[in-house]
């Protein structure tokens, strides 16, 4: 079946089905257009949450759907994929656990760590942190959030991503370190898990340079998950609606060179506008997402079939809740 064939489908499926349905910018263009609504995933959760309808579909990752049961645990959440965030499968509740002992046996007492999770993680990691009276930062809020979480006057443990901890650091003129790389965690103040974002390292600051010696006057923009010394060397760095909102407002004649995912850079590519890799930096669990599952979905709705629903136990949710309130709340 043709795309859109299967686009007119879905189409008159959610007209007949109460259900509403969100994408990330990283999802493929096809299943993008579909989406009632579309954001960074602050805007995702925030919407999702507050929408009145009684079910949701979430084309994004695993973590994304989770968010919105945790916030809104009486709307039923699907997903055509659950495909799990590269990043967000690097930490589990043992492997945190693990990393909260590591930082014992260091000399940091428990009640001495403030711990703050990046929303790239799954619900069981956010009850950890919501059981240590920690916080659920995204890209667009982290400094925020960790500004708020030093008040305590205790250690950041951040996770799982250590650029984005690392870059947080940078900017606030903070020490950090990554658990396991040698020093002494004992004088950092934000200390990182050892997590990363396969699509993001591939961005290198040689490429910044190729496009700087090419185009005198370019503007190099990346995400956070990049590593600290790419986003050192960008002029903007920011999350995905942050850096759509900075291009917008850019002149048409400006050139620019973006460090994040492909289909989202790819959308917004005009002749100025370049992908900053000589790779194609596609987020393979975003990119999971077809057209078919979508409809797939909308139809298991339909029959009363239901498959891919999001489920969190309540003992998780409500701690998880806690963390992720603490930044609604902010
Ligand atoms: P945003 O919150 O900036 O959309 O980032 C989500 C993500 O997973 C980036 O890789
Ligand atoms: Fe996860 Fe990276 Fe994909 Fe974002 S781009 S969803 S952090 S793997």
Avoid at 35 to 50: H, V
Avoid at 206 to 219: C, G, H, N, P, W
Wanted: contains cysteine; glycine residues 4%.
């Amino acid at each position: 079946m043709n795309n859109a064939t299967l686009k007119k489908e879905i189409l008159e499926l959610k007209k007949e089905l109460h259900v509403t349905i969100v994408a990330h910018f990283y999802q493929k263009d096809e299943v993008f257009e579909m989406a009632d609504f579309t954001g960074d995933s602050l805007e995702l959760a925030r919407f999702a949450a507050l929408d009145p309808n009684p079910n949701l579909i979430f084309c994004g990752v695993g973590f994304m759907g989770q968010s919105v049961k945790i916030l809104a645990p009486n709307k039923r959440v699907f997903m055509p994929r659950i495909a799990c965030c590269a990043m967000a499968k690097m930490i589990d509740a043992n492997y945190y656990d693990q990393n909260v002992k590591i930082l014992e046996d260091a000399g940091i007492k428990k009640e001495d760590i403030m711990p703050v999770t990046y929303i790239n993680s799954s619900a069981e990691v956010k009850a950890r942190v919501g059981q240590m009276g920690g916080y659920v930062c995204t890209s667009s809020n982290a400094k925020k959030i960790i500004t708020q979480a030093r008040q305590s006057g205790k250690k950041i443990l951040f996770v799982p991503d250590r650029c984005l901890g690392q870059n947080i650091a940078i900017d606030m003129g903070l020490k950090s370190c990554v658990i396991g790389d040698g020093s002494d965690p004992k004088v950092a103040d934000i200390i990182c898990y050892n997590g990363f974002c396969s699509v993001h390292q591939l961005f290198e600051v040689s490429d910044i340079e190729f496009y700087r010696k090419k185009y005198k006057d370019i503007l190099i923009i990346a995400h956070p998950e990049c590593k600290p010394e790419v986003c050192a060397a960008s002029d903007f760095v920011g999350s995905t609606s942050q850096i759509i909102a900075y291009i917008k407002n850019l002149p048409l004649q400006q050139k620019i060179a973006v460090a994040t995912e492909f289909n989202l850079v790819n959308r917004l590519r005009k002749e100025n506008t370049y992908i900053l890799s000589a790779t194609k930096p596609e987020c393979p669990t975003m990119n999971e997402t077809r057209l078919e599952d979508l409809r797939d979905t909308l139809l298991s709705l339909k029959n009363g079939e239901y498959f891919n629903e999001i489920m969190i136990s309540e003992e998780t949710r409500k701690y998880a809740f806690e963390a992720l309130n603490r930044m609604f709340e902010l």
